[in-house]
């Protein structure tokens, strides 16, 4: 069996809500510049980060996923829900 390194076998499934506005403020920033894991923006935004994080849409995972940094950045999914976001993403 391959190993996994996703928790759910597909990105966004669970959560079933509206999404808060804030969500699109927060990705849109984390394409323009990444987001200290320790900033006060972080900090502020911290549950609508977790959610981000959740849904597979922010990352502080380097891409080539070995290794790890003390920023969020927009993933590959992220920026796919940031240009779709009027499309029902």
């Not at 987001?35 to 609508?48: C, D, T």
Request: aromatic share 8%.
């Amino acid at each position: 069996m391959p190993h996994e390194t996703r928790s759910r076998p597909q990105v966004g499934i669970g959560y079933h809500g509206d999404l808060p506005d804030d969500i699109w403020d927060l990705l849109a920033h984390c394409h323009r510049t990444p987001l200290y894991v320790s900033s006060n923006i972080a900090r502020e935004a911290a549950v609508v980060v977790a959610l981000a994080a959740s849904m597979g849409w922010l990352s502080v995972v380097d891409l080539d996923g070995k290794g790890f940094s003390r920023t969020w950045r927009l993933t590959p999914e992220g920026g796919f829900a940031l240009r779709n976001k009027g499309h029902g993403t």
